[in-house]
């Protein structure tokens, strides 16, 4: 049961044990020991609670302890755990006392399962969003309530030249409150460019890199993300590509109600949501399952990840637009009302209306329930917000939307009311993210003159906008190289 690492078995300095990116820290109620907290994975046997783990690793009687973790997937004889864990290295060890078994003092396991979490003003699950045309939005959780809602940011590693001040939320559900929730707006910034900062005065330091003003631009594009080791690897795959903004339609934690599902989802996406802006639209698994009088459907979505609806004019975070580069994308919530007369219709009447094809050219729509199907699963779902919104996307000549829910891919052609048309959109499901409920296998047979490519895989797409006029999709597994799309298509603007 040995980490991925292989920590040094001749240096007695605890740090040499633990991977580079550990944040030392003070263990509570353990004043001897050296204490340092990080992510790491590793591989074991099966145990009985899959769910949690204690494991040692003995290196001449020096003994870090590793603690807490989550299940990311499992074979008939191994699991790969992944694991905010803390190491707590005894120096008292050095001079030849036993190390600590598991079990054998249930006092210093406890302090052990105190301070496994690390500093409660550590900035955790930070992630970034557009707002506005020069303006980011960063938001994390911590623990203590009393972390100011700031932000410090600067062009250079360590030199934070400006500060900026937001604002803070939390919430309950059941028995559950949440952290502080901080959300702080920061600009304007330059495009195309690289910021380093750090949240509350207390965090180890981030980096983010802008979208550029001009083309070209890329967007990753993944839906139905969830917690699993598959999910891991899409996300390896997308940090590779040179990617300006990810668009995510629907199901993000899968969570279903159990709040700290939403905690693990945070830090699992952290390394690249805290990095590139992440632009996110809802799915039904964000939905809160207990209705209680007066409750929000969607508690923990809207406080976790508030994105720039009102600097849209939308009146619900469940449904916005930004643009980027040369692109205006409007995110849809197949889960907020949308019938002719509800706010959500008439927001994106006075949307589409005000995009200009002379200053953004490319129009990009996310919605989460897709419209065109050839899959089982989920079949007909999306048919009725289709007819109330699909005549106002052609109208506007929208040229590609993506969706998810169903986790399979499939790309349409160019299609508007069950027909082809050059002048309809190209529709795109891609529910691969990798989520816990697996694949949707059984596609219609024979299938649709519509439908172009279908396939049940988990993976990953890039749409990468060259300029005004022509734009590459490109469809990757998470078990294929790279550089080999399995899908690619070129597409023309609409607009020109």
């Known amino acids: 049961m040995a980490p991925i690492f292989s920590p040094s078995s001749s240096s007695l300095n605890p740090s040499s044990l633990l991977p580079p990116d550990f944040i030392p820290h003070t263990a509570s109620g353990l004043p001897s020991a050296a204490c340092y907290s990080g992510r790491l994975i590793w591989r074991r046997s099966k145990y009985k609670n899959q769910n949690s783990a204690i494991g040692h ?13 989550e299940l990311l997937g499992s074979g008939r004889r191994e699991a790969l755990v992944e694991m905010t864990v803390t190491a707590f290295y005894f120096p008292a060890m050095a001079s030849g006392a036993a190390p ?11 302090a052990l399962k105190r301070a496994v979490m690390g500093s409660p003003c550590q900035p955790q699950q930070v992630h970034v969003s557009v707002v506005g045309r020069d303006h980011m939005r960063v938001t994390w ?16 590693p360590g030199r934070y030249e400006d500060k900026a001040t937001g604002e803070h939320t939390s919430y309950k559900f059941m028995s559950y409150t949440s952290g502080k929730i901080h959300h702080v707006k920061i600009g304007p910034l330059e495009p195309d460019t690289t910021y380093y900062y750090t949240c509350g005065g207390h965090s180890a330091e981030f980096s983010l890199k802008t979208p550029p003003a001009t083309f070209p631009v890329e967007f990753a594009v993944v839906g139905d993300l969830g917690r699993t080791s598959r999910t891991k690897l899409n996300l390896e795959h997308v940090n590779r590509s040179n990617y300006d903004v990810f668009l995510l339609p629907g199901d ?19 390394p690249l949501a805290s990095s590139r802006p992440w632009m996110v639209t809802e799915g039904n698994h964000e939905m809160e399952c207990i209705f209680v009088r007066g409750s929000n459907d969607f508690k923990a979505y809207n406080a976790r990840w508030r994105m720039p609806y009102e600097e849209s004019g939308s009146p619900s975070n469940l449904y916005y637009s930004f643009d980027v580069a040369g692109a205006h994308v409007v995110m849809l919530g197949s889960y907020a009302e949308f019938m ?94 990798g989520n816990h409920e697996g694949l949707e296998l059984n596609f219609k047979t024979p299938g649709s003159r519509l439908s172009l490519y279908r396939e049940a895989q988990h993976g990953h797409g890039r749409l990468r906008i060259v300029d005004e006029r022509r734009a590459h999709w490109s469809w990757h597994r998470i078990n294929d190289s790279e550089e080999q799309p399995a899908d690619e298509v070129w597409l023309d603007n609409l607009a020109s």
């Not at 959780?141 to 600067?154: A, F, L, M």
């Not at 993000?252 to 952290?270: H, I, N, T």
């Not at 109208?395 to 309809?424: C, I, L, M, Q, S």
Request: neutral net charge; aromatic residues 12%.
């Open 340 to 433: 002719p007369r509800s706010a959500q219709h008439r927001w994106l009447i006075n949307d589409l209306a005000r995009v200009d094809r002379k200053r953004t050219p490319w129009l990009i729509v996310c919605l989460h329930d897709p419209w065109y199907n050839t899959n089982y699963a989920h079949s007909g779902e999306g048919e009725d917000m289709r007819k109330a919104m699909e005549g106002l996307l052609y109208k506007a000549r929208v040229d590609v939307v993506f969706a998810g829910h169903v986790h399979a891919y499939e790309r349409f052609t160019r299609v508007y009311n069950n027909n082809a048309d050059p002048r309809g959109p190209v529709y795109i499901t891609i529910g691969t993210g």
């Open 141 to 156: 959780i911590t623990v203590d309530k009393q972390v100011p809602s700031t932000v410090e940011y600067g062009k250079e």
């Open 57 to 69: 690793y003995s290196s001449e009687g020096h003994e870090p302890i590793y603690l807490g973790g």
């Open 100 to 110: 600590l078994q598991k079990g054998q003092s249930k006092g210093a396991i406890s």
């Open 252 to 270: 993000l934690s899968y969570a279903d109600c159990d709040q700290p599902s939403w905690d693990k989802f945070g830090r699992l996406v952290e």
